[in-house]
Structure formats: structure tokens, C-alpha cells
């Protein structure tokens, strides 16, 4: 049988063949977004096998054996680490056409040089080489960053955290990465769900205060944002499901505050209005300190209410959300933040297709401060959008809309150590899109342009994009 992955993986004609490996192959991962653990870094994780490196809270994973009727104990039950990998060997030839499938084989082959296709057949074999290899020295977490040819790793953390990790990991000399938070304060902001409250006590034990006001809760908000500051974030980013906006009056606000934090559901517009108006004072602290801005919005969570109890969040019971009203709230969230003279960098990631050609549209309004190139972007593919099709459409629909010369490329939104194969299958997605505009004769066959093209949203868009020094 022939190879599976091979040095022409997904690369369809010469041009994208000389595009991947001239230019995109070799190019540093500036990881933007993810969800790796900084105390798993700061610690230098070892990890026991194959199962806790590749399994553990990997949702893409649970979903796919889920689908493919593996009993729920060998997912994220009490079964063995050892039957959890036989459940997802088991598991990988019925992937066939998914991304999981892709993935799977090229991390096999990155970080363990195995090139067989993983299966029910020879899932012990594989366990085996696998663990052998992750007992060397030369596997622990941060070996497998720099091994992976990483630069930058922005955590995401919330407001509370006292980012100690991050303070050990950057007095460690050898290592070599800068590994920063990102500000994440969607409990700050979901002022109907459950977290809110006890939100508002964990920031009242930081700050040491009553947060008795709408007034002083903000002054907390943006106090957190100074501390994240002080130690070396550069970066926010917003979860939201849907967007909100809502016009509202100062006044409005300490009510709607009062009313939430006595445990009262208060309206949709109210809501919107306590949103808008923290979204807003929470985009001047980052425009003045020189902040990006991330918003996620799109996804619709805890469908399963069953598993929810049993599991809690993110156990992959999320989907996409049909919104229903994207355009007027989010020209009208980037417009309340432009009138205020506080639009900071934002990149913008929707997780519904259907409105890839909206948001690229609406980024070109708020193209506005000389100097910046692709201010407003359209973030990559995300989520459900990280596979071939999803970020083919993203390209293109950037491409149409705006200027895919500036794009800050992929992200790795992931909680694995070597799911930085991500970016290989984005460049070679890249690189053969690129590649196939040029043999059309779409593009020019410019080598200089191309690579600046190519080169830019490997790395060096997001190296410039991001207000952080790197050594």
C-alpha cells in the first residue's frame, strides 16, 4: 500500500507543490489562540501514554466515538487509558472524509514517525511505540512545542487567574517561548447564566472590595485587563453566542447590574444593553494599551441536558447556531466602539458559514486608522470550519471581500500539545489554493508576490499584527 502521508499531501499541482515547500513548510507557528494549560507548560508535563496526550479533553475525538457507538465509559468514563485507545482505533477507519481522519495519520507521523493507518487491527502495536517514545526525555510538553517550531503561545484565561504559571514559565531560560495570557471574561459578561454571580464574588476576593455598583464592577473589569497587562497579555477574547447591541442610557445600567447580581433574570434587550456597554468600556482599555480584540460568536452550547449533568461543559455537546440576526448587531458593536474613538485590532471568527461573505463584508467599514494593515480581520476557520472545505470557504470568502495579503492566518484552538499539525494542514489547504489560482491563471506566477502572500499568513502577518515582543 501506498504512503498516506507524504511530502505531497493534499498538494494538487507543481505550483503548490513549490508554494508548501519553498515558503509555507518551514515557517514558525505564531499560536495566537489556544487552550493548552500554562501549569502543564510551567511544569514541563510528561505525559503517562498516548491516551492522556491525545484523548483528554479532546471533544473533536469524543464526538466521532460517540457517533460511532462506543459506549460512553470509554470515552470519558472510567474505563482504562488503554481501552480508551482501543475505542479510538476503533473509531478512525469510520472517520474516512472527516478532518479527524487527516489529523490522526499526520500527528502519527510528525511526532511519532509512524506512517501505518491507525486501526481496531493494530491499535496495541501503535500504543506501544507511542508510550515507548513518550517515556524519552525528549517528549515532555515543551519539547514538543519547540519541536514544533512555535514562537508565541497565547493561553486563555480568566479574569481572576493570578497568572503565576505564566510568571514561571517566563524565568525559564532554556525553553524559549513566550507563552502569555489572553483575557477571557465571558462570565463577566453572561449576566443570566448561573456563573455570574459567583463571577462577581471570585472579582470581589481579587480586588479585595464590594463590586456594589455597575460603576465599580467595570472599574474591577478594567483593573484585571491593567493586571493582565503588567504581565505581558496582549490579547482579549470574547466567547459570545450571539452578538449583542443595544442602544442604552448610563442609567440603565446599575439596575440591570443590581437585578443580576440578586440573582434575577432580566430581559434580552437588557441583557444586550449590559453587554454593549461593557464590550465598550472594555475595548477603550484595550485600545489604549494596545491590545487585540478576539470575538467568537456562533455557537449555540450544552444542547444535551443529560450530558451536561453528567459531564459539565465542554465535553462536545456544542453546535452551530442558526443566530438569526448577525448583520445590524455586529456593524453596531464595531460602530459603538468606533464613535468612541475605541475600536482596537479585532479579528472576528464565525462559526456559521452561511454568514462568511456578511462578516467579510463588514470588516471593509471599519477599515479606518492609516498604518494598519487588515485591522478588522476574519479569523480562520473555526471549530467546525477547521476542516478543508471550512477554511477553503474562509479563504475565499476573505479573498473576495477583503485583502488576503494581510490575513493573520490559523490558529490551533486546541487543548493537545501536538495538535499543532493543525497549521501543516492549513498551509498545505493554503498552498494548494494558491497554487491552483496560479495554474489557472487566476494569480500571477510571481515568486516574490507569492511568497510575500504565503509567507505573511504563515507567520509574519500574526508576527505584526500582535503588539508582542519577540526575541
Given at each position: ?102 489529523w490522526t495519520h499526520l500527528e502519527l507521523k510528525k511526532y511519532f514517525g ?214 445590524a448587531p455586529l456593524n453596531g458593536l464595531l460602530n459603538a466602539f468606533e ?133
Amino acid at each position: 500500500m501506498s504512503q498516506f502521508i507524504h511530502d505531497n499531501f493534499m498538494l494538487k499541482n507543481d505550483t503548490a507543490v513549490s508554494l508548501y515547500h519553498q515558503y509555507a513548510k518551514d515557517m514558525p507557528i505564531y499560536d495566537y489562540h489556544c487552550h493548552l494549560s500554562p501549569q502543564e507548560i510551567a511544569e514541563n508535563k510528561k505525559f503517562k501514554n498516548i491516551t492522556e496526550l491525545w484523548l483528554s479533553g479532546d471533544h473533536y475525538k469524543w464526538r466521532a466515538m460517540r457517533a460511532n457507538g462506543i459506549d460512553e465509559r470509554y470515552i470519558t468514563g472510567d474505563a482504562s487509558d488503554k481501552l480508551k485507545f482501543a475505542a479510538w482505533a476503533e473509531t478512525v477507519p469510520s472517520c474516512l472524509g472527516n478532518p479527524l481522519y487527516h489529523w490522526t495519520h499526520l500527528e502519527l507521523k510528525k511526532y511519532f514517525g509512524i506512517e501505518e493507518l491507525l486501526s481496531a487491527d493494530n491499535w496495541e502495536r501503535i500504543w506501544d511505540q507511542c508510550n515507548e517514545m513518550l517515556a524519552q526525555a525528549n517528549y515532555s510538553c515543551q519539547e514538543l512545542i519547540k519541536r514544533s517550531n512555535v514562537k508565541v503561545i497565547c493561553t486563555t484565561d480568566d479574569p481572576v487567574d493570578d497568572l503565576h504559571y505564566h510568571a514561571e514559565i517566563a524565568k525559564q531560560e532554556n525553553f524559549g517561548v513566550k507563552v502569555l495570557p489572553t483575557f477571557r471574561p465571558d462570565k463577566g459578561l453572561e449576566i443570566n447564566h448561573k456563573t455570574f454571580i459567583p463571577f462577581i464574588e471570585a472579582m470581589e476576593s481579587v480586588c479585595d472590595r464590594e463590586l456594589a455598583t455597575y460603576e465599580e464592577y467595570v472599574q474591577a473589569l478594567v483593573e484585571r485587563v491593567e493586571y493582565f497587562h503588567e504581565k505581558g497579555c496582549r490579547i482579549s477574547d470574547h466567547g459570545l453566542g450571539e452578538l449583542p447591541f443595544a442602544t442604552y442610557d448610563e442609567s440603565e445600567l446599575n439596575y440591570i447590574y443590581q437585578a443580576a447580581r440578586n440573582g434575577k433574570k432580566v430581559s434580552q434587550e437588557a441583557e444586550n444593553k449590559f453587554k454593549t456597554a461593557t464590550l465598550v468600556t472594555l475595548a477603550k482599555s484595550y485600545t489604549k494599551l494596545g491590545w487585540a480584540m478576539q470575538i467568537h460568536f456562533g455557537a449555540i452550547r450544552n444542547n444535551n441536558t443529560k450530558m451536561f449533568e453528567l459531564l459539565g461543559p465542554d465535553a462536545g455537546f456544542d453546535s452551530i447556531n442558526d443566530a438569526g440576526n448577525v448583520a445590524a448587531p455586529l456593524n453596531g458593536l464595531l460602530n459603538a466602539f468606533e464613535k468612541e474613538n475605541a475600536l482596537p485590532r479585532t479579528i472576528l471568527y464565525n462559526l456559521n458559514p452561511m454568514y462568511n461573505d456578511l462578516v467579510g463584508s463588514t470588516l471593509a467599514n471599519f477599515q479606518t486608522e492609516a498604518g494598519i494593515k487588515g485591522k478588522i480581520q476574519f479569523g480562520s476557520g473555526w471549530w467546525f470550519n477547521d476542516t478543508k472545505p471550512g477554511m477553503i470557504r474562509q479563504l475565499n470568502a476573505l479573498a473576495d471581500q477583503g485583502l488576503l495579503m494581510h490575513f493573520v492566518g490559523m490558529l490551533t484552538d486546541s487543548r493537545s500539545f501536538i495538535s499543532y499539525s493543525r497549521h501543516e494542514y492549513f498551509r498545505r489547504i493554503l498552498c494548494n489554493l494558491v497554487g491552483t489560482w496560479v495554474e489557472e491563471g487566476e494569480l500571477p506566477n510571481d515568486p516574490a508576490l507569492l511568497e510575500k502572500l504565503i509567507t505573511n499568513i504563515c507567520y509574519n502577518n500574526a508576527k505584526n499584527y500582535f503588539n508582542i515582543d519577540i526575541d
